[in-house]
Structures are given as C-alpha cells and as structure tokens.
C-alpha cells in the first residue's frame, strides 16, 4: 500500500518545473530552430545570444555548444541591493517581484524576436513564473518567481559563467573568489528571507483574522515554508476554537445564573415569611 504524498511540491518538483524558466545563452555552433511544446525556439547563429528553456540551455552548455548568460539579478552587486532592501528598508515585508516585461520594441528586432519565439505575441499578459525575468534583459534588484531554483542550478552547471559575469561585475580579481561571493550573498538572502517568513506568522496569531502577505515569495520558499505555516495555521484555529468554546460557555452559564436569579430569591422569601 502506497502512502500518502505530503501536501504541496517537493524540492525536486519544484527545480523540474523552473527548468522552463528563459535563460540568455550565446551559442558556440550553429543550431536550427527545435519545434517544442510551447512553441519553436529560435535559431542559434554565434556569437547573437538567444533566448531558450533552462533545461535546453544546460544541456548546451553540457555538450560545450553554448554559454550561458547569468540573469542580473544574480551578479554580487544585485544580490547586495537587494539583502539591504531586505534587512533595512524593507524588514517586515518581502522584495517586490520583477515588473511584467515591456512591449517589443519595433527598433529592437533581436528582443522582438526572443519575446515572439514563446509568448507568441507581445500583447498576451504574463504572469509569474512564465515572465522572462532570467534573461539577461531582466531587470537587476528583483527577485523572480524561481530565483534559487535557477541560482542553484546555473551555480551547479555553469559556475563559470557566473564567475566570468561576477568578475567582470565586482571588484574580485579571481573567478573563484567572485563564485564565492555569489555563494555567500545567496545563502545570505535565503537566510534572511527565511527568518522573515518564519517571522511574519506572527499576523496569524490575533483570532480576530490577520493577513500574512507572500507577495514577492519564491516557489521553493512556498515550498518549503508550507508545512511550518500549515501548522501554525492549524495551531491557531484550534486555539481559536477553544477560545470560542470557553467564551460560549460563560455566556450560557451567565445566562443561567439570570434566569434562576427570581425564582431562587422568591423560594427564600417564602421561607422567611415575607
């Protein structure tokens, strides 16, 4: 008998579905478009850079076909901004999500072109996590719907090319040191973002029904956070419960009390004669 599946995704489930997060490369071979599921990728021509699913771009970059491009929220200056934002300006309350992707510009065919190859057309609203915000156009100091999933794995698959674009970014003199540096800021704002989650549960604990805002979460942060406030949930509807309970019954033990009041002071009055 098989047992039953934990609420909610895994790690791995998570990391498989930010696998179809788009990712800037720069081919090294020449590659014709690959009819796929959400559509045609689009012509791999050296040095243009191109836009492809994360797991087609690892694969490239596996065989030594093609570079990647890391996103720029991920360079050490990005990730800086934005553990101040967290810690400073912004204590109590997540980073905002990347704002959705501007139109094509007509003047700008090769961006035209990347957003067309899987949107289809540039007037379809995107949402998370189907906005391109791990492309090398994405904008710097927003944290996308998979950014630790795909930080782990261009960390894992393509440290080079993260420590090529953090040397080139930051003051460090070695690609190992910049890896290094792009290592320890990440496990900084996982830290820091999780002891905020843990934190902001503390808004579930007046009964009278408070919010606990997850705009700006990430998917693996969901993920991994949804049991811990599944449980203080649950602990505090059952102390809520209680609470109504013994309130309740006050009230019909007051209510009781009144009612009994007359007819217990009339019996003594009769007993003394009055």
Same mark, same amino acid.
């Given at each position: 008998?098989?047992?039953?599946?934990?609420?909610?995704?895994?790690?791995?489930?998570?990391?498989?579905?930010?696998?179809?997060?788009?990712?800037?490369?720069?081919?090294?071979?020449?590659?014709?478009? /690959?009819?796929?599921?959400?559509?045609?990728?689009?012509?791999?021509?050296?040095?243009?850079?191109?836009?492809?699913?994360?797991?087609?771009?690892?694969?490239?970059?596996?065989?030594? !076909? @093609?570079?990647?491009?890391?996103?720029?929220?991920? %360079?050490?200056?990005?990730?800086?901004?934005? /553990?101040? !934002?967290?810690?400073?300006? %912004?204590?109590?309350?997540?980073?905002?999500?990347?704002?959705?992707?501007?139109?094509?510009?007509?003047?700008?065919?090769?961006?035209?072109h990347?957003?067309?190859?899987?949107?289809?057309?540039?007037?379809?609203?995107?949402?998370?996590?189907?906005?391109?915000?791990?492309?090398?156009? @994405?904008?710097?100091?927003?944290?996308?719907?998979?950014?630790?999933?795909?930080?782990?794995?261009?960390?894992?698959? @393509?440290?080079?090319?993260?420590?090529?674009?953090?040397?080139?970014?930051?003051?460090?003199?070695?690609?190992?040191?910049?890896?290094?540096?792009?290592?320890?800021?990440?496990?900084?704002?996982?830290?820091?973002?999780?002891?905020?989650?843990?934190?902001?549960?503390?808004?579930l604990?007046?009964?009278?029904?408070?919010?606990m805002?997850?705009?700006?979460?990430?998917?693996?942060?969901?993920?991994?956070?949804?049991?811990?406030?599944?449980?203080?949930?649950?602990?505090?509807?059952? /102390?809520?419960?209680?609470?109504?309970?013994?309130?309740?019954?006050?009230?019909?033990?007051?209510?009781?009390?009144?009612?009994?009041?007359?007819?217990g002071?009339?019996?003594?009055?009769?007993?003394?004669g /009055?």
């Amino acid at each position: 008998m098989a047992l039953p599946l934990p609420p909610g995704l895994t790690h791995a489930e998570v990391a498989f579905l930010a696998e179809m997060e788009l990712v800037t490369v720069v081919p090294r071979q020449r590659l014709e478009s /690959i009819d796929l599921l959400a559509g045609k990728t689009p012509p791999l021509r050296p040095p243009h850079r191109a836009d492809l699913p994360l797991w087609l771009a690892l694969l490239l970059k596996k065989q030594r !076909r @093609a570079n990647i491009v890391p996103p720029p929220w991920l %360079h050490p200056s990005s990730l800086s901004a934005l /553990i101040h !934002r967290e810690t400073k300006e %912004h204590p109590t309350a997540f980073s905002d999500p990347p704002p959705p992707p501007a139109r094509a510009d007509p003047s700008r065919p090769g961006i035209a072109h990347r957003q067309d190859a899987y949107n289809n057309s540039t007037d379809t609203p995107l949402s998370a996590p189907f906005r391109p915000s791990c492309t090398a156009d @994405a904008p710097a100091g927003y944290l996308p719907y998979h950014w630790q999933e795909v930080a782990e794995a261009l960390l894992a698959h @393509a440290g080079d090319d993260v420590a090529a674009a953090a040397a080139s970014s930051s003051s460090s003199s070695s690609s190992s040191s910049a890896v290094g540096e792009v290592r320890g800021l990440l496990r900084d704002l996982v830290e820091v973002r999780a002891a905020k989650m843990r934190s902001s549960t503390a808004a579930l604990e007046g009964f009278g029904g408070g919010l606990m805002s997850l705009r700006g979460v990430g998917a693996l942060e969901l993920a991994e956070s949804r049991a811990f406030v599944l449980a203080v949930v649950d602990g505090v509807r059952k /102390i809520g419960a209680s609470v109504e309970a013994a309130r309740r019954e006050e009230e019909e033990e007051a209510r009781e009390e009144e009612d009994e009041g007359p007819a217990g002071r009339g019996e003594s009055d009769e007993e003394m004669g /009055i």
